[in-house]
Nanobody, 115 residues
Framework: QVQLVESGGGLVQPGGSLRLSCAAS????????MHWYRQAPGKEREWVAT????????TYADSVKGRFTVSRDNAKNTVYLQMYSLKPEDTAVYYC????????WGQGTQVTVSS
């Protein structure tokens, strides 16, 4: 079955960096676009970034453009989200997600940006 497992979250000071990982299994990873979403306390889940199956094409929400980079390693069935210049408003649970034959979500990883 499809499984997505995020890791790499934690507490970081404003201006700091984190790299999130999402390990995928149960499907042919290299044939799917992958997505990152986040949900802050009291807010709706919002889209953050998308990467094409080949990794050539990436798109970002305006709120993270220029600060976050999405990448993937199809040999390792893993998608990454490198986050730089983190702000308190980036505090959220971050999820990776796959569409197609239903939507699949990981369990999420908490990112807290605070001094």
């Amino acid at each position: 079955q499809v499984q997505l497992v995020e890791s790499g979250g934690g507490l970081v000071q404003p201006g700091g960096s984190l790299r999130l990982s999402c390990a995928a299994s149960g499907f042919t990873f290299s044939t799917y676009f992958m997505h990152w979403y986040r949900q802050a306390p009291g807010k709706e889940r919002e889209w953050v970034a998308t990467i094409s199956n080949s990794g050539i094409t990436t798109t970002y929400a305006d709120s993270v453009k220029g600060r976050f980079t999405v990448s993937r390693d199809n040999a390792k069935n893993t998608v990454y989200l490198q986050m730089y210049s983190l702000k308190p408003e980036d505090t959220a649970v971050y999820y990776c997600m796959r569409r197609g034959s239903g939507d699949y979500w990981g369990q999420g990883t908490q990112v807290t940006v605070s001094s």
